[in-house]
């Protein structure tokens, strides 16, 4: 919002729940474009209604900012690889390609975060010849519930991870809290860390270890990228915003 102050324009904000169907119409007429901030899917549907002057920030479509999702979620592995940890987990978002998929697991809509993310797993793990451990890929949507159910379908494997990277931190609040529903304690008995670095993950006890994403960098930069587009000009778009490693309570050495 500061961002768009300081080039004199209004920002009006409108938030979207998936069981609503908004009436776009007023602000199409009015506005000079849209930003989408973490659309997900569903935010593919809204840009026949919005501007044709459209950034989406962290979601789907032709002019979106993104974090480097693979590139970050490469630090969160070597950090548990450093730690020690050899055998290692991974909860990733939506996800739908078939070589990607785990056997016996529904199919969703894949999401361009998710794919990166697990990309980094896959080759991670193959480069440094740990190997996928059998089970040991699991799905969840994103949401703490998946994540909670995706912990305990890896933790019930004959030789459970001792760490495991969650591609989303709501899902790593499910994971710790999977685990300690289990007599387990996280760090102690399994490692977490997550991605997105949310409110909720300094105040989690244990502190959640994840990747800050610069959000309000993002949205200061797409605010800037906005009005260009609707002034007219050609601006140049910047590449993936790196994401930084923070290390809090919920990860040791195995």
Not at 49 to 77: C, F, I, W
Not at 127 to 150: N, R, T
Not at 159 to 184: E, K, N, S, W, Y
Request: glycine content about 10%; proline content about 7%.
């Amino acid at each position: 919002m500061r961002a768009a102050e300081a080039l004199n324009y209004d920002l009006v904000v409108m938030m979207l729940g998936e069981s609503t169907a908004p009436d776009l119409s007023v602000m199409t007429r009015m506005s000079v474009g849209a930003l989408l901030i973490q659309p997900g899917l569903d935010g593919r549907g809204l840009r026949g209604e919005l501007s044709a002057h459209t950034v989406s920030v962290d979601g789907p479509g032709e002019r979106q900012l993104m974090v480097d999702n693979y590139g970050g979620a490469l630090k969160a592995l070597r950090h548990l690889s450093e730690l020690g940890h050899t055998r290692i987990g991974l909860i990733s978002g939506l996800n739908s390609e078939p070589l990607l998929s785990e056997p016996g697991q529904p199919e969703v809509q894949a999401r361009d975060d998710a794919t990166e993310r697990l990309k980094a797993y896959r080759d991670f793990m193959r480069a440094s010849a740990l190997g996928i451990p059998e089970g040991c890929v699991q799905h969840g949507d994103y949401s703490k519930a998946s994540g909670e159910a995706a912990t305990h379908r890896l933790l019930a494997l004959n030789a459970p991870p001792t760490a495991v990277f969650v591609a989303g931190d709501a899902m790593a609040l499910g994971a710790v809290h999977a685990a300690q529903d289990r007599g387990l304690t996280v760090p102690r008995d399994l490692s977490v860390v997550g991605f997105g670095d949310l409110p909720v993950a300094a105040a989690l006890r244990p502190g959640l270890s994840t990747m800050r994403q610069p959000l309000e960098l993002m949205g200061e930069a797409a605010v800037g990228l906005l009005v260009a587009l609707a002034e007219g000009r050609t601006p140049e778009w910047p590449r993936p915003f790196a994401t930084q490693l923070i290390e809090r309570e919920s990860t040791t050495r195995p």
